[in-house]
């Protein structure tokens, strides 16, 4: 009998040494990692690869940010378990956006600790229903007057 296939996983961070802890501990916990330090490198292993998670940062320097990952992702294999694993909690209105796009946010650095149990539940329960996806003009369009408003 074959072991099964390590779970691929793809790690996106403009800080390096997070990205390398990370990488170490979600290898650890048996998964196969490639990183990306920025939304260019990170588009092009989504083109040229096959992974089963993803795991991105929302704010990075430069073009783009984890939201462009993430849609990259989604229209790649729409089955892939998407993380976005970010130090800016406060973005309140902004959360359900994105849930509508990702299986899960996190927030650093508290939940480096529960990364990899997190993502074998995921693996296990398999990913969220199907997501209503709206576009960002859509989004805009209906979140204008509320933002001016408050």
């Known amino acids: 009998m074959t072991e099964p296939a390590e779970t691929?996983?793809?790690?996106?961070?403009?800080d390096e040494d997070l990205r390398e802890t990370l990488c170490?501990?979600?290898e650890n916990g048996g998964f196969e990692v490639l990183s990306a330090g920025n939304v260019n490198d990170a588009l092009k292993l989504i083109a040229a690869?096959?992974?089963d998670v993803l795991v991105s940062d929302l704010h990075m320097p430069?073009?783009?940010d984890g939201l462009t990952v993430v849609s990259a992702m989604r229209h790649a294999n729409r089955k892939a378990i998407?993380?976005?694993?970010?130090a800016h909690?406060?973005?309140k209105s902004a959360a359900a956006a994105i849930l509508a796009q990702t299986d899960e946010i996190l927030v650093k650095p508290q939940a480096v600790g529960n990364l990899v149990a997190m993502i074998r539940e995921k693996i296990e329960t398999g990913t969220s229903p199907a997501r209503i996806v709206?576009?960002?003009?859509?989004?805009l369009e209906e979140?204008?007057?509320p933002t001016i408003k408050d």
């Open 82 to 86: 998407t993380i976005i694993f970010s």
């Open 24 to 26: 170490l501990i979600l």
């Open 49 to 51: 690869n096959v992974f």
């Open 62 to 64: 430069d073009n783009g």
């Open 89 to 91: 909690p406060e973005m």
């Open 134 to 139: 709206a576009t960002i003009a859509t989004i």
């Open 143 to 145: 979140e204008t007057q």
């Open 8 to 14: 691929r996983l793809l790690l996106v961070d403009d």
